[in-house]
C-alpha cells in the first residue's frame, strides 16, 4: 500500500480548519431563515449562476472524484466515456425543470408531483424507492469521506467519516439550502480549478505515451472498446444516471427554489460544464500502472494518484477538492431528503394543519436523524462505493417513464405508474443479482417503459392539469 501524504495532526488541522469555515458561513447564510420556506427553498429566489454552480456543484459526487476513477481501472475507456454520460441527466431534465415550475408554482418536493398526479398508492411505491436511493446515496458519501481521509493521510476510515458528516449536518442544519446553494458555489470553482491542475500535472509528469503503453502492457482489456462488460457498463449508467435525477427531490426542489424561467438554463450549463469531469478524473486513474501504485481497493486509486503526483502539499489540494465534491453532494441530499419526509412524512401523515414554525423545527430534526442514522450505517464498510451505488440503480430507473408520461401526458394512470415502478424495480433487482449490476439500471427502465405503454393502451385515463394550479402552497 502506498505510504500517506499527511501524518494525522496535519490531516486533524486541515478537517477541523475547513470545517470550521464551512459551519460558519451556514449559520450566516441561514440566520434569517424564518419560514419553511426560506429553509428548504431558499425562498424560492434563486438566481442562474447560483443555480447552475449548485446543479453542477451536487453532480460532482464521490461518484465523480473517487468511483469514476474507480470505473475507469476496472473498465478503461468505457469506464470513464459511460460515467460522463450522466450529463445526460441533467441535460434532460432541463426541460422538466421548466415544466415542473410552470406545473406547480407552489410545489414543494417531487412527492407533491407524484401525489397529485398518480394517487396515493403510486406515492407509497415511489417514497420507498426515493428513500432506498436517498440512504444508499448517503452512506455512499459517508464511505467516501473515509476513504478520502485514509488514502491521504494517517487517519483511520472511521474518523474521517465521522468528521465530513458531522460538518456537513452541521451547516446544512444552521443554513438551510441558503448555505448549500451558496456553499456549492464555492464548491464548484475549487473542483474545477482541482481536477484541471491534476490532469495537467499528470500528463506533464507521466505523459499521455507513457500511460497508453504501461496500459497497452499490463491490462490492454481497458483499452478493447469490444470489451462486453464494460459496453453493458456503458448504457446501464446512461439509464442509471437519468433515473437518479428525473426521480431525486434533490434536483425537483431546485426547480422549485430557482426563479421562474432559470430551471432550463441552468440545468443545461450544469450538464455541458460536468460532461468531461468524469472523463478527466477516469484518465487519471489509467496513469496508477505507470506509477507503480497498486489500490488496496480500486475506489482509493483516484486520490492516491493524484497524492502520488502532487505530493504532501498536493494530498493537501487533493482533499480540499475532493471534500468539496463530499460536501456539495452530502449537503443537497440531507436538505433535499429531510424536505420530503417533512412535506410527504411529517406533514401528509402525522401532523396535516402543522404551521411553517413546526415545520421547520420537524426539517431540522430530520437532518439531525439522517445524519445519525447515515453514520450507523457507515460504520461497517461492507462494499466499494461503486458497487453500493450501482445497487441504487435498480430502483430509480424504474421511475423514469412514470415521471415522464406524468410531465407530459395525460393518460397513465397511478394504476399503472405503481406498477411499472414496482415490477421494474423488482426484475431489476433479480437481475442483479442474477447476472451482475452493468444490466439492473437497464432492465429497470424497460419493464417500467413495457409496463407504462400497456396502461396507456389498456386503460388511458384523462388526467386534468388544472388540479396541479389549483393545489395550495403546502407550507400554509
Known amino acids: 500500500m502506498l505510504e500517506a501524504q499527511l501524518d494525522a495532526s496535519v490531516a486533524m488541522f486541515i478537517l477541523l480548519g475547513f470545517g470550521l469555515l464551512w459551519v460558519a458561513f451556514g449559520w450566516f447564510l441561514g440566520r434569517n431563515n424564518r419560514s419553511i420556506d426560506d429553509f428548504a427553498l431558499a425562498g424560492r429566489n434563486v438566481g442562474l449562476a447560483f443555480a447552475t454552480a449548485t446543479a453542477m456543484a451536487t453532480w460532482i ?12 481501472y476496472q473498465f478503461g475507456v468505457w469506464g470513464m466515456v459511460g460515467y460522463s454520460m450522466a450529463a445526460l441527466g441533467l441535460l434532460l431534465f432541463a426541460p ?6 410552470a406545473l406547480m408554482p407552489h410545489g414543494f418536493t417531487s412527492g407533491d408531483f407524484i401525489r397529485t398526479r398518480y394517487g396515493k398508492s403510486a406515492w407509497w411505491v415511489f417514497m420507498l424507492i426515493s428513500l432506498c436511493y436517498a440512504i444508499g446515496w448517503l452512506v455512499s458519501l459517508g464511505m467516501a469521506g473515509g476513504i478520502l481521509l485514509s488514502s491521504l493521510s494517517d487517519l483511520d476510515y472511521h474518523t474521517g467519516m465521522s468528521a465530513i458528516l458531522l460538518i456537513c449536518v452541521l451547516y446544512t442544519l444552521l443554513g438551510g439550502l441558503k448555505a448549500v446553494i451558496a456553499t456549492d458555489f464555492v464548491q464548484s470553482l475549487l473542483i474545477l480549478a482541482g481536477v484541471l491542475i491534476i490532469a495537467w500535472v499528470c500528463i506533464d509528469t507521466v505523459g499521455i505515451s507513457e500511460i497508453h503503453s504501461k496500459v497497452s502492457e499490463w491490462q490492454p482489456e481497458l483499452l478493447n472498446l469490444a ?14 444516471g437519468i433515473g437518479e435525477i ?27 460544464l460536468w460532461l468531461p469531469i468524469p472523463i478527466v478524473t477516469g484518465f487519471i486513474a489509467l496513469s496508477a500502472m505507470s ?17 502520488k503526483l502532487l505530493g504532501s502539499i498536493g494530498a493537501v489540494f487533493v482533499f480540499v477538492v475532493v471534500f468539496s465534491a463530499l460536501a456539495s453532494s452530502m449537503d443537497s441530499l440531507l436538505a433535499a431528503t429531510s424536505d420530503l419526509l417533512t412535506q410527504d412524512g411529517y406533514k401528509r401523515l402525522l401532523r396535516p394543519k402543522a404551521a411553517s414554525d413546526e415545520l421547520l423545527k420537524a426539517n431540522k430534526w430530520i437532518v439531525v436523524g439522517l ?13 466499494t462505493l461503486g458497487a453500493l451505488l450501482n445497487f441504487t440503480g435498480a430502483f430509480v430507473a424504474s421511475t423514469i417513464f412514470p415521471i415522464v408520461f406524468g410531465l407530459y401526458h395525460p393518460g397513465l394512470t397511478g394504476r399503472f405508474a405503481a406498477a411499472a415502478m414496482a415490477l421494474g424495480t423488482l426484475c431489476s433487482l433479480i437481475l442483479y443479482f442474477s447476472i451482475g449490476f452493468y444490466v439492473a439500471a437497464i432492465s429497470s427502465c424497460l419493464v417500467s417503459f413495457a409496463v407504462c405503454l400497456l396502461g396507456l393502451w389498456l386503460k388511458p385515463g384523462r388526467f386534468d392539469w388544472r388540479l396541479f394550479k389549483e393545489a395550495k402552497d403546502v407550507s400554509q
Open 246 to 272: 428525473f426521480h431525486s427531490n434533490v434536483w425537483w426542489s431546485r426547480a422549485f427554489a430557482f426563479k421562474a424561467g432559470i430551471g432550463r438554463r441552468a440545468y443545461f450549463t450544469a450538464g455541458l
Open 61 to 72: 459526487t464521490s461518484n465523480t472524484t473517487l468511483v469514476a476513477p474507480q470505473l475507469t
Open 96 to 101: 422538466m425543470a421548466a415544466r415542473i415550475k
Open 291 to 307: 506509477l507503480g501504485i497498486v489500490p488496496p481497493s480500486a475506489d482509493m486509486v483516484g486520490p492516491l494518484v493524484a497524492a
Open 227 to 240: 470489451f462486453p462488460a464494460a459496453i453493458m457498463f456503458l448504457f446501464n449508467n446512461i439509464f442509471f
Open 371 to 383: 445524519g445519525v442514522v447515515t453514520w450507523l450505517l457507515c460504520l461497517p464498510k461492507m462494499a
